[in-house]
């Protein structure tokens, strides 16, 4: 009894020792043998709490650096833009008083080494190397952003004629918040399950954030893989101001797991990218000795050199490898909130942040270290470009999108972020079957000062030296896009095909061809935008009908399948403002819209049954299941491209009555329903409802019999050869990483209108296979027999990937299940494929139940 009584209050005294110890004085994280300018304000002079004793709001964050800005002469603030919520992003200019008063020729000095033909008219001798440092992309990683205070207010308040030394010889722009929106969702979680005796239970709510967390910004993308296709405002205002400093070094501060350590880059050798060249993972391991020497200094544990990669550049760790700067990965082991148990101990809050302020630092310190060595990198990085780019057998790219020139515009706009320099052609181009014009491509010469960035976007890449990506292993660009491109060797091209330079980009409007029309109007349904069209005019009440069947119009003009029809007479609107209708269609939607005189075309008539009516979609998205990643790629596609209404649907409603009033439900996930609540959702899709799933939805639906679709399983080799600690990487290869796989369509199914070419490049990842059906009408997509086009595969999955489905339909009923494999959304830039999700809400429904099988 008495020695549980002993243990019993050894343990009360431990547990209150550590919690009186989880709020920290700034001493706790500044360096004693520096002194502090004392006019410069302090974090908890402004913030109200010392650092870390709570989670910093995006507001307070905010306060702070302005407040900052205010206070010092090294330091500047800008506001670069605005995320999705409206929360500010910032960027401060830290620096010595005398850069500032030089700062734009400093600017733009800098920026001229990254000019082969310019950048041996400047001594990098007598230039400061500049230090991008980013915290936080992940907004439930928050220890970066807090010390986002603390690395500010020393760069700020650090006083001594070795910091005045350094501040000389450096520019170091600071980014406290890369995801504002996903930082203050988590602040306000931690925040708000916070106890005044600190509980470090994993099992205590506040470290088990709600659906979707923190991580992601508003529309639940992970910014971090976003650097290159550059689609939410927060990357576009990141890489803008990046281009415009094109900086030597750059930071980009994470968490992991718990019971994990402190990891810094290089990551795994092998899996570096083969355009990096060599010599920035020599720099990047020459940095980590001041990383090494930091944490060592702490007595904190850490790791390199294994478990992360830097291979795909949307990550921003990657993405200056290709832009002849050093990216540098830091992964904190998270507390997830204010302390928690793990392996190493009680992992605390402050402590996380200790860690990443160090690290900032020694970065600091490393690049100044480093300066002429870094910046002699970035002006040879660049003049060894032109140098690749002439032993390269590609001299250019060349694409378009024939009849649907906004998903060209659409891949010019992403090249236009990255400052590629590109071109209409001066001449028609012809290559293979396609000829391009300077009406509707765009060409790319790859000497330039950007030609490994292109070629990162642009190449096939089937061959890699390791078989294990911590992302992507394929991502080409035009094949995102579904776009027709071709590669250019020295005996297609010469620089006279560089017609016009492109420097600002306009949409590329249609017209409405005939005028007014008091009898009809057509548009097809190519364009990107034509759901949206279409949405515009059923949320007008106007009638509408699709084209099941090609026809003929005046002028021999050949109307494919998914054609839409817009009847004048009986209209809610009057022909006039149906007219204006039409025309804004046009000019905001990118499509020709033609007018009809008469109904009598070749074909099939104006008033055939083979125009089907469409009903106006009532769609609702189910979330709180499955993944929050794809299902905000519905939600971003649906209502910031489409104009469209979604309702957001808890899944835990799925089974009740409210989904009556929903014409449409799409899935992303699998659902945990009663055997009642499933029936509901049976007998909403048997009235008439249309449920459509993606990924793992589509083999819950299988599971649950509301298809019958079957699932191939792959034979692996068997192999006892596998060490014990390489197991974990031996599961990893079995799995798909994702990639380019080439697909083929039936065209003259209603899944498919809108395309005009049999391939259709695909993302793919993860292992879902389904077999194709026996029914010639039911397989709307198959993989083809040689589907590999960019990535990597194990042969044992290639060869079950062989012709399997990637779309299909299913009769319930009235009703139809629509089975979308793959991701059609991926990461918003997979433009070529987000048309059959539009067309599993438009025309799920009408999809002949002799082919839904």
């Known amino acids: ?115 082969p033909n310019e950048a041996d008219k400047f001594d990098i001798k007598k230039m400061p190397v500049v230090t991008y440092m980013g915290f936080s992309i992940h907004g439930n990683e928050p220890s970066g952003s807090n010390a986002s ?5 020393y760069l700020a308040a650090a006083q001594g004629s070795e910091i005045e030394q350094m501040l000389r010889n450096s520019v170091v722009l600071l980014d406290p918040s890369f995801n504002p929106d996903g930082l203050n969702r988590f602040a306000t979680w931690a925040n708000m399950h916070k106890s005044k005796k600190i509980n470090p239970d994993p099992a205590d709510r506040e470290y088990s954030e709600a659906w979707p967390g923190g991580r992601t910004n508003h529309y639940w993308f992970d910014l971090n893989r976003d650097w290159l296709p550059v689609q939410q405002p927060e990357s576009k205002n990141r890489i803008a101001k990046y281009h415009l400093w094109k900086p030597n070094v750059l930071t980009d501060h994470h968490e992991m797991g718990t019971n ?94 200790k ?85 509707n491509s765009y060409i790319i010469p790859l000497k330039q000062r950007n030609y490994k960035l292109v070629k990162a976007m642009f190449e096939q890449r089937t061959t890699f030296k390791d078989s294990l990506f911590y992302d992507i292993s394929g991502w080409t660009y035009p094949m995102a896009f579904n776009l027709e491109y071709h590669e250019m060797s020295s005996r297609d091209y010469s620089r006279n095909q560089l017609g016009e330079k492109i420097d600002k980009l306009s949409f590329p409007e249609g017209k409405v061809l005939g005028g007014q029309s008091a009898y009809a109007y057509l548009f097809e349904w190519h364009g990107y935008y034509a759901p949206r069209a279409a949405n515009r005019l059923l949320e007008k009440g106007v009638r509408i009908k699709v084209a099941t069947s090609q026809f003929t119009g005046p002028g021999e003009k050949l109307f494919d399948r998914g054609t839409i029809l817009v009847p004048v007479e009986g209209q809610r609107l009057s022909e006039s403002d149906l007219f204006y209708e ?119 639906m299988a599971r649950n019999k509301l298809t019958n679709l079957k699932t191939v399983e792959v034979e692996y080799p068997k192999t006892d050869k596998v060490p014990y600690d390489k197991i974990d990487n031996y599961s990893r290869s079995l799995y798909i990483p994702g990639g380019v796989y080439m697909s083929e369509l039936e065209l003259s199914h209603p899944m498919t209108f809108g395309y005009y070419r049999k391939m259709l490049p695909t993302f793919k990842r993860g292992t879902i296979l389904i077999e194709p059906s026996e029914s010639l009408y039911a397989n709307a997509g198959r993989y083809t027999e040689e589907p590999l086009v960019s990535g990597w595969i194990s042969q044992a999955n290639l060869e079950a990937l062989k012709g399997t489905s990637t779309i299909r339909v299913s009769a319930l009923g009235r009703g139809r299940v629509v089975s979308l494999v793959d991701n059609p959304n991926f990461r918003a830039f997979w433009y070529g494929t987000n048309k059959l999700m539009m067309n599993a809400i438009f025309f799920g429904r009408i999809v002949d139940g002799y082919a839904a099988r």
Not at 149 to 153: G, N
Not at 421 to 433: H, L, V
């Open 582 to 700: 039409m025309q804004r269609i046009a000019r905001e939607d990118g499509l020709d819209v033609h007018a009809m005189k008469s109904g009598l075309t070749d074909g099939v008539a104006l008033g055939s049954n083979s125009f089907v009516a469409l009903e106006k979609p009532e769609v609702a998205l189910v979330v709180e299941a499955g993944s929050s990643y794809d299902a905000g790629e519905v939600w971003h596609l649906l209502d910031t491209r489409m104009n469209m209404l979604v309702t957001k649907l808890p899944a835990d409603r799925v089974g009740s009555s409210a989904i009556d009033r929903y014409n449409t439900i799409i899935l992303t996930g699998g659902l945990n329903l009663s055997e009642g609540e499933l029936q509901n959702l049976r007998s909403w899709v048997s009235k008439g409802g249309t449920l459509v799933g993606m990924g793992s939805a589509v083999t819950w």
């Open 355 to 439: 860690n990443q302020f160090n690290t900032a630092l020694s970065t600091w310190k490393a690049s100044v270290a480093m300066r002429e060595e870094l910046l002699a990198y970035q002006r040879d990085f660049y003049k060894q470009v032109l140098k690749d780019a002439d032993n390269d057998n590609t001299k250019a790219y060349v694409f378009k999108a024939e009849k649907d020139p906004v998903r060209a515009y659409h891949l010019a706009e992403i090249l236009n972020a990255q400052e590629v320099d590109f071109y209409r052609p001066s001449r028609n181009i012809k290559m293979g079957e396609e000829t391009y014009t300077s009406e």
């Open 1 to 115: 009894m008495g020695k549980f009584f002993v243990r019993g209050l050894f343990l009360t005294l431990f547990y209150l020792t550590i919690c009186t110890a989880f709020s920290q004085t700034l001493d706790y994280y500044l360096p004693q043998n520096v002194s502090f300018n004392p006019n410069i304000p302090t974090p908890a002079s402004v913030i109200g709490h010392e650092v870390g004793e709570w989670h910093v709001t995006h507001d307070k964050l905010v306060y702070y650096m302005k407040e900052l800005a205010r206070s010092s002469d090294r330091v500047t603030i800008e506001e670069i833009g605005k995320t999705h919520e409206g929360r500010p992003q910032l960027l401060l200019t830290i620096t010595h008083p005398s850069n500032h008063a030089g700062i734009d020729k400093i600017r733009s000095d800098h920026v001229w080494l990254t000019y």
């Open 260 to 353: 994990s350590t402190f990891f810094f880059q290089p990551g795994v050798p092998e899996r570096t990218h083969p355009l990096t060249p060599e010599l920035n993972q020599e720099l990047t391991a020459k940095i980590s000795e001041f990383h090494a020497a930091a944490l060592d200094s702490l007595g904190s544990l850490y790791f390199t050199e294994e478990g992360y990669d830097d291979f795909y550049y949307g990550k921003g760790s990657t993405f200056p490898d290709i832009n002849g700067g050093i990216g540098i990965l830091f992964e904190q082991a998270s507390s997830r909130g204010h302390a928690q148990e793990s392996a190493n101990g009680i992992l605390r809050f402050p402590f996380t942040i």
């Open 149 to 153: 205070m603390l690395v500010a207010y």
